[in-house]
Nanobody, 123 residues
Framework: QVQLVESGGGLVQAGGSLRLSCAAS????????MGWFRQAPGKEREFVAT????????FYADSVKGRFTISRDNAKNTAYLQMNSLKPEDTAVYYC????????????????WGQGTQVTVSS
């Protein structure tokens, strides 16, 4: 069983930056694809970014491409999401997820989820 704990969320002004971390325990982190998803109030959960277990392949939602960067440190069992040039529409609860997935952008394929961290961007 894999446990995931997100951290790094908070309140930031538009144009600012935050770095989210996702610490994993209880499993073989280096074998899992890691993903970040978000859910805004009244909206469905949406894909943000994903990175395969080697770190060599990444994918991003069009809405964050060029502003967000996903990375991982397998030695530290931690995945990161660097978020720059934040916009009010990035406000959401951000979740990290882990799994051995075929479709990296599909949240349904991830087996393990964190509790989420709130990101609020003020205008």
């Amino acid at each position: 069983q894999v446990q995931l704990v997100e951290s790094g969320g908070g309140l930031v002004q538009a144009g600012g930056s935050l770095r989210l971390s996702c610490a994993a325990s209880g499993g073989t982190f280096s074998t899992y694809t890691m993903g970040w998803f978000r859910q805004a109030p009244g909206k469905e959960r949406e894909f943000v970014a994903t990175i395969e277990w080697t770190g060599s392949r990444t994918f991003y939602a069009d809405s964050v491409k060029g502003r967000f960067t996903i990375s991982r440190d397998n030695a530290k069992n931690t995945a990161y999401l660097q978020m720059n040039s934040l916009k009010p529409e990035d406000t959401a609860v951000y979740y990290c997820a882990a799994g051995r997935v075929a479709r990296m952008t599909s949240g349904h394929e991830y087996a393990y989820w964190g509790q989420g961290t709130q990101v609020t961007v003020s205008s």
